[in-house]
């Protein structure tokens, strides 16, 4: 690795520690508020990693995330905490491996439409199982506070932030580079384009169910109206494009002022604020093509252009 | 036969519901994620109307037409038609209609809330029974049926036997063709556009009055929209009718014979399945 | 930018005027969170705001809460959580350190109610739940000693229903044989878990049973099968949507039965709106005492003030959640949430539901589990605890 390399990635330590020590500030609504950002960080970079490349735009972060709800809420009173996590990510892999075969060959729209019903289905799949053993309500009841979780998803977060940092130093990175440029050169020159495409879903997928079980806890009630919420889903794109999908840290500069915005929104236009969402949405398609990444880019191409030293 | 009967009833619905984005994505390529909206719009108007001053939702429909046209028709110009000339390439184009689209689904939504209040809304129109084949069905649902027949007799009619019909039909196969051959591809998107925010407007008015709705239930319509018309293939009346036909009988079947709690899991079985096997969708053509 | 509505109606000015010493006294900041969009704001739209609106009304116009023999009007935060649990634990956390709200009242619903429960307990304020009905309660209030049940436990909801039916049965005015259907969703679920035994316990033999995914569109199959079992009794432990729908079906089907119970929705006045005449006998979850004085003097309030009818059920439930708090603070004379708690758990109160009083999980010891159409009025057939006012169910006569 280069000096450049390890300067990068002490760097991302370094921020990475500061945050994991919001906590220490005791104030529950900045813990809250730093449980929504961080939680959205983890969903939007993993769900970036995929679709960022490929430029697939996956809905099924809700599916995935709904499903490590379940591993938890399922499996609390018999399973120690910390195995649940593991098993979680599991579960959303190779749920992520079944539902990439069989749509990833598929083109992108289809793919969209799918994974936008898999919440969906497996919603329905849940209930209708839970229905058939007149299973009784979810609930998950322990003594983690808003801190604990915060932690760990950093933690999540710094896993994330370290896997694609080395997938984008890999093979399987480089491969998906070539396939977001052009499928048809991709798999010219010998690359499994299909195979490629399933990994990194694995990967997001995972990542989905795992930030689904360590949020379980925070519900205490967990019912599949509301694990599968596919409003999530499009929350997590919404910000990551915000941010910007080109690089490892645009879905983070999209998600925090995103956070912030619908902070602000919600809580001082209760009545209105589907309408505002909506409308600042609208705003930032139109003024932010690309995110904030976009508007960096073309801002570092603006001053080389004029001799600026970048 | 009962079970094949209610299966169309309910197919003629989601042909209703499918219409309207099949011309939007199929024509204006726009992948209209605020299509259930609309759709509970014009049910709300039915609604308003019929609890206010006692019109027929099937009258109702010749003041939603013409809005809803009207309203889609400034959606397209004033929000997606920027989006179109800006796009590069076709994902581009989609990614800007989902994100576009999806924001707009909220501001419908909280407008809605504005100005009817977030309650259920219902009302008891045509529920009746009437027998067909010894067995009863629900006057409002067969009107609904016919409804959808017509429409979609009248659609597929006009799309291939008129002028203008078949310029559509054009632009859907190939924008870049058409415009060699002189049609007027954005005026035709624009109008396609708010033809089929108009019959889903419609498909609303119609099915309010056997389904209880609320302001937020738009997104549930979108999602079986979106399904019916990939599944039958983008752009094509025939592949809409004959996917929400399948899907209604496919659906009637399982909740009849196996298990009502399947019925989405068959849905997007189905769904999978055709693609699996006709990755254009039912009707759809390879090149599009 | 904090909108805050301050409902300062020329009556209460005048109120005030005569109270004299509340021109000094600071408001009280009550924090209200529910959805006010999502899947479940149909819901709260009847069950939940209205009431909040009525008694903030009503408070202040005479004069404010007397709290320690201060007068303090109040002032109501209301933020919309949008369905997601997420957003409440948020706002109430907002509402809790933000805002800093006296009063935080409990979110609507079983699931976003016991999202919030943690942070209620934590920051030790009563929650009061009215919309929640669940089976867990002796679990739960060993985990929150501050959380309150009006609605009771699922298991007595579904019993209620069965003992109505049985009480038909045993005066032979209807057979044994039962189509049980639910909505394949937490809340059906449970109460199907529970309903189902208690209907073979008391003897009734179950002809068709099935479920439903939410949000289902066509129902006529259901009710196609269900017709054919020739059941003499329907019983469907549905959401609003599919009650409106499975009733409908009925009437399409000619469903020939002598009890027709459906769930959550049965009791909103916009179903008789829609059934009419038709609405007469069915039967559903909840019911009110239709002959206490104090209910229809609630009712008639409720609407004049907002607008929108009470449903029979829980809205009742909620105003007299609202009673109970005030009633508490009033008692003490103080806004130390630790007192007002043991104040609740301690007493009995008055309300529009009639006398409530909890037991030492902290769950109401009278609640209506069903209520029947009759006049036009949603009527308490079963109780648990034995309430006042429960009238005898009558088996239903068509659907014209």
């Known amino acids: ?175 998906l580079r070539i396939i977001g440029e052009d499928e048809d050169v991709a798999r010219h020159v010998g690359i499994n384009t299909a195979l490629s495409k399933v990994a990194l879903f694995v990967v997001s997928g995972a990542v989905a169910a795992v930030v689904g079980a360590i949020i379980a806890p925070r519900y205490v009630y967990i019912e599949p109206a509301i694990a599968f919420a596919p409003m999530l889903s499009f929350q997590v794109v919404i910000m990551a494009l915000l941010g910007g999908t080109g690089r490892l840290w645009g879905p983070l500069v999209g998600v925090v002022p995103f956070t912030l915005l619908w902070e602000v929104i919600s809580a001082s236009f209760p009545n209105q604020t589907t309408l505002l969402l909506g409308l600042s949405f609208l705003v930032i398609v139109y003024l932010l093509p690309g995110g904030f990444v976009g508007l960096y880019d073309r801002l570092r191409a603006r001053r080389a252009l004029r001799g600026v030293p970048a | 036969m009962d079970i094949i009967i209610t299966g169309l009833f309910l197919g003629g619905t989601y042909a209703l519901i499918a219409m309207g984005l099949n011309l939007q994505y199929g024509v204006a390529r726009i992948m209209n994620l605020a299509n259930g909206e609309m759709l509970v719009v014009g049910a709300f108007t039915a609604f308003a109307l019929y609890s206010g001053a006692a019109v027929s939702p099937f009258l109702t429909i010749f003041i939603v037409a013409p809005v809803a046209y009207l309203l889609n028709w400034l959606i397209y110009r004033i929000m997606l038609r920027p989006l179109v000339t800006r796009a590069k390439s076709r994902g581009m184009l989609e990614q800007d209609a989902i994100l576009t689209t999806f924001g707009l689904s909220f501001v419908m939504v909280g407008l809605m809330i504005w100005v009817f209040g977030g309650d259920y809304f219902s009302y008891s129109y045509l529920a009746r029974p009437v027998v067909l084949f010894g067995d009863n069905y629900g006057l409002n649902r067969l009107s609904a049926f016919i409804g959808a027949v017509i429409l979609c007799t009248a659609l597929y009619i006009w799309l291939n036997h008129s002028r203008a019909g078949m ?62 018309v990939i599944m039958g293939g983008v752009g094509d009346v025939r592949g809409t009718i004959v996917a929400a036909l399948v899907l209604g009988v496919g659906e009637t079947l399982v909740a009849s014979l196996i298990d009502p709690g399947l019925t989405l899991a068959t849905a997007y079985a189905l769904f999978i399945l055709i693609l699996l096997f006709r990755p254009q969708g039912l009707f759809g053509r390879k090149s599009a | 930018m904090k909108r805050r509505t301050f409902f300062r109606a020329s009556t209460a000015l005048a109120a005030m005027t005569l109270a004299g010493a509340a021109f000094a006294a600071d408001p009280i900041v009550v924090g209200a969170v529910a959805p006010k969009t999502g899947p479940l704001a149909g819901g709260a739209a009847v069950t939940h705001w209205p009431n909040i609106q009525l008694w903030v009304s009503e408070v202040n116009a005479r004069g404010g809460l007397n709290v320690g023999g201060e007068q303090r009007m109040l002032e109501v935060i209301e933020y919309d959580d949008q369905t997601n649990p997420a957003e409440t634990i948020k706002a109430v956390t907002r509402l ?294 429960v009238v005898e169910p009558f088996v239903k006569a068509g659907w014209e």
């Open chain 3, 96 to 389: 809790a350190q933000q805002d800093n709200a006296d009063i935080i009242l409990s979110p609507y619903s079983t699931g976003l109610s016991l999202a919030a429960a943690p942070i209620f307990d934590r920051l030790g304020i009563p929650q009061i739940t009215s919309s929640a009905a669940t089976d867990q309660i002796d679990e739960l209030a060993g985990q929150f000693p501050n959380l309150f049940f009006l609605l009771g436990r699922s298991a007595e909801i579904a019993g209620g229903a069965v003992e109505a039916m049985a009480k038909m049965r045993d005066a032979g005015e209807i057979g044994n044989r039962v189509a049980l259907v639910n909505v394949a969703d937490a809340f059906g679920i449970e109460l199907v878990s529970a309903g189902k035994p208690a209907l073979e316990a008391a003897g009734f033999e179950i002809v068709y049973e099935t479920s439903y995914p939410l949000g289902t569109q066509d129902l006529s199959p259901i009710m196609k099968a269900a017709k054919d079992a020739e059941p003499d009794a329907f019983v469907a432990f549905s959401y609003p949507g599919d009650t409106f729908g499975l009733t409908e079906q009925a009437m399409i089907e000619g469903l020939d039965v002598g009890v027709f119970y459906t769930g959550v929705g049965t009791a909103f006045p916009s179903f008789a709106g829609r059934f009419g005449a038709a609405a007469e006998g069915i039967m559903g979850i909840g019911g009110v005492n239709a002959s206490s004085e104090t209910f229809l003097d609630y009712a008639a309030r409720l609407e004049a003030e907002t607008g929108s009818q009470p449903d029979y059920w829980a809205s009742g439930q909620m105003y007299a959640s609202l009673q109970i708090l005030e009633a508490a603070i009033e008692a003490t004379g103080t806004l130390d949430m630790a007192e007002v708690t043991q104040y609740i758990k301690d007493n009995s109160f008055e309300t529009v539901m009639g006398t409530i009083t909890f037991d030492d999980q902290n769950s109401s010891t009278g609640y209506w589990t069903a209520g029947q159409w009759q006049d036009g009025v949603f009527k308490g057939v079963a109780s648990f605890g034995g309430l006042d006012g």
């Open chain 1, 1 to 175: 690795m280069r000096r450049k390399d390890w300067q990068t990635l002490g760097f991302a330590a370094l921020l990475l520690l500061v945050a994991a020590l919001l906590p220490l500030t005791g104030d529950g609504y900045l813990i809250s508020l730093g449980v929504s950002i961080a939680m959205y960080t983890v969903l939007a970079t993993s769900w970036a990693l995929f679709s960022g490349p490929t430029h697939y735009i996956s809905l099924a972060t809700a599916a995935f995330f709904g499903v490590g709800s379940y591993v938890t809420g399922s499996w609390i009173e018999i399973i120690p905490y910390w195995a649940l996590l593991p098993i979680a990510a599991v579960a959303g892999g190779v749920l992520a491996a079944l539902v990439g075969l069989a749509t990833l060959r598929l083109s992108g729209v289809y793919f969209v439409i799918f994974s936008l019903g898999l919440a969906e289905m497996i919603r329905q799949v849940v209930t209708w199982y839970q229905n058939q053993t007149g299973h009784k309500g979810t609930y998950v009841l322990t003594d983690m506070t808003d801190s604990g979780i915060y932690w760990q998803l950093l933690g999540l977060a710094g896993l994330v932030y370290l896997a694609g940092w080395a997938i984008g130093r890999s093979r399987l990175g480089f491969a």
């Open chain 2, 167 to 228: 310029a559509i039909r054009a632009v859907a196969v190939s924008p870049k063709s058409a415009r060699l051959v002189g049609i007027d591809v954005p005026k035709l998107s624009a109008r396609a556009f708010a033809l089929g925010g108009a019959v889903t407007a419609v498909g609303g008015a119609v099915i309010s009055t056997f389904l209880t709705l609320d302001a937020s239930t738009g997104v549930l319509f979108t999602m079986k929209a979106l399904i019916i």
